[in-house]
Every structure is written in C-alpha cells, then in structure tokens.
C-alpha cells in the first residue's frame, strides 16, 4: 500500500509528461504557450503535494515566475505578429455613460466600509466599472500615485509592527488602508485595458 | 578509494549571512563565482554598447547600427538585473532560492534577447522562452521532491546528512538549470542575425555558465 504521497506524485508525473509530450509536438505557437503555462501549473501541483506551510510559501514565488514569464513570452509573441494595435474600434454603449459614476461610489464606499484585502477587492470592482464605461486613459496617473504611495504606508505599517510593537492597532489601520488603496488601484489597471496607446 | 579532503567541494566557508534558517554563504569557490558575476555586471554598467556595421552588397558603402534612448535602457537594465539575479544564484544557501533565481534569470535573458526588434531574434526568444517555462518543472519539482523527502531545503542541513538528497530530485534540478541554461545557443541567433548585441549578449553567456558551476558544487554538496 502506498501513502497519499507517492499516489499524488505518481498521478502529476503522468500530468507533466502528457504536458511535456505535447509541448514538444505541437507546432502552433500561441498553443505551444499556453501548454508551457499548464505544465508551470503541474509544477505547483508538485510543490503543493508537499500539503505543509512551507509548501504554501513557496508555491506564490513558483507562481509569481510562471506568470511573469507567461506575461513576458505573450508580449514577445504580440509585437513579432504585429498585433500591438487593435483591429477594430472599441464599442460604444449609451448607459455606460451614465450609469458607472453611480454604481462606482456605492462599490467604493461600501469597499471602504469593509476595509482591508475585500474591501479593496469591493472598491476596484467599482473602479473596474467606471474605468471600462469611461474613457480609459482618464486620470489613470493620479490612480498610479495613490498607489504608490499607498505602498509606501504599507511598508511603514510594517516597519512600526517591527520596531515599536505597542502601536500595532495604528499599524493595522494603517495597513488595512493601504491594502485597501493598494489593492484597487491594481484593479482599476484592469478597467483601463481596452487597448489605448500607451495602456 | 580516493576520498575527498574536504565533505565540500567549496573549501571553508569565508562569509557566512543567516536569515533565519535560510543561511547564504561564500566559500572560495563560490566567492570566486560571485566576483566573476560582479566584474561582468560591472561592465555592463559602464561600456557603452557596440555599433554593429552591415556592409551594403555590390558597393563600398557601410551601415552602423546605433543603440541609443529607450532600447538601451531597456537592454542595460535587464542584462544588470540578470547580472543580480546570478550573484543572488551563486550565494543563496537554499535549494529553493536557487531555483527561483535561475529561473529569474531565465526571464532576464528572455529580456535581454527580446529587445531587438527583428523578427528572427524574437522568434529566438519566444522558442527560448518556451524551454525555459518548461524548464521550470523539473527545477520546482526537484526542489520539492528534496523538501518532501528531508524535511528542509537548507544546503547547509543537507550537507550535514548528506547523501540526502533523492537521486531523482538531484536529476531534476540538474535537468532544470539545463534547460534554464540553453539560452547561449538562442543567443548565438540573435548575434548570427547580426542584431546589435554587445556586451548585454555577454551576460547570458556568464550567467548560464555560472549557474552551470553552481550547480555542479550544489549537486556534490547535498
């Protein structure tokens, strides 16, 4: 009898063969791309079979890899095929005119209300929604401030849970609040992708 | 039988930084390693890039080829950036570490062989890109199965009750920093095609025969 182990070992080893087999046959590059994707995600199964904290931690840096070079390879593969500007204009619907601002200040408050991780989750939905109704590039820079600033405060925050450990409910909400900021203005980013020059 | 002076092939440990259980170390070898990366980052930062001459056929007249502004910004950053990420593959003391930098590299040289916008050179780094995904596999699969059959991921841990390391686990890793480390051939093609490289093209070379070194010593070490 084998232990769980051995048995989940054995079933992604057959995962990452058919994979690799694929990978070398097929001839299609945009296919051959995404079937590299799949096997960095039978790689995770690898790591996370371990099933421990330590497998946790390190299945995000495993994950953060896969994605940058997926990112990387799929703009490689967008300007040697010439598809850096996109081939038909951008559709037009009359409500999303008028209907975003609204909808955006009731998700964005009640994001602020939940604060923290969901709440900024909330919050870029909104922005989300306004970005994608509006026009894109608008006021996109003042998005990209905050952020960075709201990164600034999250390290602060951290350095303070370090350094003087009795101000840690400071800490928190100052955290809590610049996860939040932080976490929709990388949302918003989303909003803005309908293929503008520079975006 | 011939036995080894030393149970590392490295020698005494010259510098050692603990963070935690994570301990990166130099040793001479390694040190030895870590300068080499360092002088060829070096001069990376400071030479200026080559200009590339084509001749045109059947006349006297020649083609310089310039790097100037963005491109060579872009170029300049990614080869340092790999540059760093080598000397970050030569000291660390983890086994996963070690992977995640190799594969940093990877994805540095994706950038450096990328920049040129010539159709050939970025079929290179697309086709390069795609072996060093794949690469990707063996070198976390092989850092798993290590921490899944020993319970750490420490060199130095491992070193104390060595051979510990799985032979498959040893295999893959190795399998990994190959594929990892094929980049020299994608970028003979961009140099073949005559797309102007030097010095950045450099650091790939340096960096994949550096990760090669430190492998080896890794591989006898565990």
């Given at each position: 009898m084998m232990d769980e182990y051995a048995i989940g070992l054995i079933v992604a080893l057959i995962a990452i063969i058919i994979t690799f087999v694929a990978a070398f046959r097929e001839k299609n590059d945009i296919h051959r791309l995404i079937i590299a994707d799949l096997a960095e995600v039978s790689a995770l199964a690898v790591i996370a079979l371990i099933a421990t904290d330590l497998a946790e931690a390190l299945i995000i840096p495993g994950l953060v890899v896969g994605i940058s070079e997926l990112m990387a390879l799929s703009e490689i593969y967008l300007v040697r095929e010439h598809l850096t500007h996109p081939v038909k204009n951008p559709f037009r619907i009359e409500v999303l005119d008028t209907a975003p601002a609204i909808i955006a200040v009731i998700l964005v408050v009640y994001g602020i209300v939940l604060c923290g991780f969901t709440g900024g989750a909330v919050a870029g939905t909104g922005m989300v929604f306004y970005f994608m109704g509006k026009r894109?590039?608008?006021?996109?820079a003042l998005v990209e401030t905050v952020s960075g600033y709201a990164w600034a405060l999250w390290i602060v925050a951290f350095f303070i849970f370090m350094v003087v450990p009795e101000y840690w409910f400071f800490a928190v909400m100052l955290a809590g609040g610049a996860i939040l900021a932080k976490v929709t203005a990388k949302m918003s980013l989303i909003g803005t992708m309908r293929g503008e020059k520079d975006v | 039988m011939f036995e080894l002076?030393?149970?590392?092939?490295?020698?005494?440990?010259?510098f050692v930084l603990p963070f935690g259980d994570i301990v990166n170390y130099f040793t001479p070898y390694t040190g030895a390693l870590f300068l080499f990366a360092l002088i060829f980052t070096l001069i990376c930062i400071f030479s200026k890039p080559e200009k590339q001459l084509d001749v045109a056929f059947g006349t006297d007249a020649i083609y310089a080829k310039d790097v100037t502004g963005k491109d060579l910004h872009f170029r300049r950053f990614m080869a340092i950036a790999c540059g760093v990420a080598t000397m970050g593959a030569v000291t660390s003391g983890d086994v996963f570490n070690f992977t995640l930098f190799v594969s940093m590299v990877g994805i540095c040289i994706i950038g450096i062989v990328a920049s040129v916008k010539n159709k050939h050179v970025l079929n290179a780094a697309f086709n390069y890109g795609i072996i060093s995904m794949l690469a990707t596999v063996p070198l976390f699969g092989g850092a798993a199965i290590t921490l899944a059959a020993t319970g750490t991921l420490s060199i130095w841990e491992l070193s104390a009750i060595?051979?510990?390391?799985?032979g498959i686990a040893k295999a893959l890793i190795l399998v990994g920093v190959m594929g990892e480390g094929i980049a020299p051939f994608y970028a003979a093609k961009a140099e073949l095609f005559r797309a102007p490289g030097a010095p950045y093209v450099i650091m790939i070379h340096v960096s994949s025969l550096l990760m090669f070194l430190r492998v080896v010593e890794i591989m006898l070490t565990v």
């Amino acid at each position: 009898m084998m232990d769980e182990y051995a048995i989940g070992l054995i079933v992604a080893l057959i995962a990452i063969i058919i994979t690799f087999v694929a990978a070398f046959r097929e001839k299609n590059d945009i296919h051959r791309l995404i079937i590299a994707d799949l096997a960095e995600v039978s790689a995770l199964a690898v790591i996370a079979l371990i099933a421990t904290d330590l497998a946790e931690a390190l299945i995000i840096p495993g994950l953060v890899v896969g994605i940058s070079e997926l990112m990387a390879l799929s703009e490689i593969y967008l300007v040697r095929e010439h598809l850096t500007h996109p081939v038909k204009n951008p559709f037009r619907i009359e409500v999303l005119d008028t209907a975003p601002a609204i909808i955006a200040v009731i998700l964005v408050v009640y994001g602020i209300v939940l604060c923290g991780f969901t709440g900024g989750a909330v919050a870029g939905t909104g922005m989300v929604f306004y970005f994608m109704g509006k026009r894109p590039a608008e006021r996109f820079a003042l998005v990209e401030t905050v952020s960075g600033y709201a990164w600034a405060l999250w390290i602060v925050a951290f350095f303070i849970f370090m350094v003087v450990p009795e101000y840690w409910f400071f800490a928190v909400m100052l955290a809590g609040g610049a996860i939040l900021a932080k976490v929709t203005a990388k949302m918003s980013l989303i909003g803005t992708m309908r293929g503008e020059k520079d975006v | 039988m011939f036995e080894l002076p030393t149970s590392s092939i490295g020698g005494e440990e010259l510098f050692v930084l603990p963070f935690g259980d994570i301990v990166n170390y130099f040793t001479p070898y390694t040190g030895a390693l870590f300068l080499f990366a360092l002088i060829f980052t070096l001069i990376c930062i400071f030479s200026k890039p080559e200009k590339q001459l084509d001749v045109a056929f059947g006349t006297d007249a020649i083609y310089a080829k310039d790097v100037t502004g963005k491109d060579l910004h872009f170029r300049r950053f990614m080869a340092i950036a790999c540059g760093v990420a080598t000397m970050g593959a030569v000291t660390s003391g983890d086994v996963f570490n070690f992977t995640l930098f190799v594969s940093m590299v990877g994805i540095c040289i994706i950038g450096i062989v990328a920049s040129v916008k010539n159709k050939h050179v970025l079929n290179a780094a697309f086709n390069y890109g795609i072996i060093s995904m794949l690469a990707t596999v063996p070198l976390f699969g092989g850092a798993a199965i290590t921490l899944a059959a020993t319970g750490t991921l420490s060199i130095w841990e491992l070193s104390a009750i060595a051979p510990a390391m799985p032979g498959i686990a040893k295999a893959l890793i190795l399998v990994g920093v190959m594929g990892e480390g094929i980049a020299p051939f994608y970028a003979a093609k961009a140099e073949l095609f005559r797309a102007p490289g030097a010095p950045y093209v450099i650091m790939i070379h340096v960096s994949s025969l550096l990760m090669f070194l430190r492998v080896v010593e890794i591989m006898l070490t565990v």
